[in-house]
């Protein structure tokens, strides 16, 4: 989970969902501690229903004058999910924010009846499409659901990201285990990772939770953003 902070991380932003079937999971709001470009902030998640079988999946991450926000809705069908829209956009309104943290938003439209992705707003021409579709593409926020899932189940961390008009493929790996506060408690979480020649994301997750405890970036060996989950409800 952007080419804004959050989209390589996707973080970003920032997984959920056990391996039930979508059907049988709840609505959740998680707050995170933040900590993004050497600022100090704070991150919320929510999963929602939209009506039918679509439910939108947001993060928004606010601090120091800063503002930086993704969604995306999405398909479940089964065991199958598929993005149909989403947006990612940050600005940086007061302080040193306002230098660092370049305003910017851009609109994501998934059209599975044309088999076609296509971007617009603040987005450079070869990046508005449009891509072609596959089964089981994911854009980066489904794809940080589909990971907590997938791990649970015991699947390959795979997945073919199509977001920012292009295609990326993202494989994680097992990184060990360690303990972890969260909410005040000390729980066992297992590490998953993705790694290429400058970035890196790394999530915590924990039995029983439906979001990880903490969420990683890192860019050029250095922390970029850092989530640590406060509360679930």
Do not use: C
Not at 41 to 51: C, D, Q, V, Y
Not at 156 to 173: C, H, I, M, S, T
């Amino acid at each position: 989970m952007f080419r804004s902070p959050f989209r390589s991380a996707a973080i970003a932003a920032v997984f959920a969902l056990a391996s039930a079937p979508l059907a049988a999971v709840e609505p959740f709001t998680a707050d995170y501690g933040a900590h993004y470009m050497g600022m100090q902030a704070n991150g919320r998640m929510t999963l929602a229903p939209e009506g039918g079988n679509r439910w939108k999946y947001s993060l928004e991450v606010t601090g120091a004058g800063a503002r930086l926000a993704q969604s995306t809705v999405f398909e479940a069908d089964g065991g199958q999910w598929r993005p149909l829209s989403g947006n990612d956009s940050q600005g940086g309104e007061s302080g040193l924010a306002a230098m660092l943290v370049k305003k910017r938003s851009v609109n994501a439209t998934y059209d599975w009846d044309s088999g076609q992705a296509t971007w617009d707003g603040d987005v450079k021409p070869d990046r508005r499409g449009p891509v072609k579709l596959q089964a089981g593409d994911l854009d980066g926020m489904l794809m940080n659901l589909a990971l907590v899932r997938d791990f649970k189940a015991g699947k390959p961390l795979n997945y073919r990201l199509v977001e920012d008009g292009r295609v990326k493929r993202q494989a994680f790996r097992p990184a060990g285990t360690e303990e972890i506060s969260v909410a005040g408690k000390t729980r066992k979480a297992t590490k998953v990772t993705w790694k290429d020649d400058d970035r890196s994301i790394t999530a915590w997750i924990v039995d029983g939770l439906p979001v990880p405890a903490r969420i990683l970036q890192q860019r050029d060996g250095r922390d970029h953003i850092d989530l640590q989950l406060k509360s679930l409800r």
